[in-house]
């Protein structure tokens, strides 16, 4: 169900300059960068939302792939949503 936000924390990840030593600042970036995205287009929007309505209708705070992934998370190991 949530292929769709791993594949898309894979691509910001591949966008990156391969390197195999990155400063701590670039680290840090990533790691912002990562939990703040949230769906640029209209199929992930609709995919996201639908994610939401299944796992926990009356939550209205999710904006980013961290926060269905975290919530899903959650949810599959009993949490009440």
Known sequence: MLHRAFRCCQ???DDL???RFRSSR???GLGFGIR???PSDGEGR???NESV????????DLITWFDLLDL???AS???QV
């Open 11 to 13: 691509m910001f990840v």
């Open 17 to 19: 300059p391969s390197s």
């Open 46 to 48: 609709s995919h996201y």
């Open 26 to 28: 670039s680290i840090v």
């Open 77 to 79: 190991f009993g949490g």
């Open 36 to 38: 703040q995205r949230s």
């Open 53 to 60: 309505q299944k796992i926990a209708p009356h939550r209205d």
């Open 72 to 74: 899903d998370d959650y």
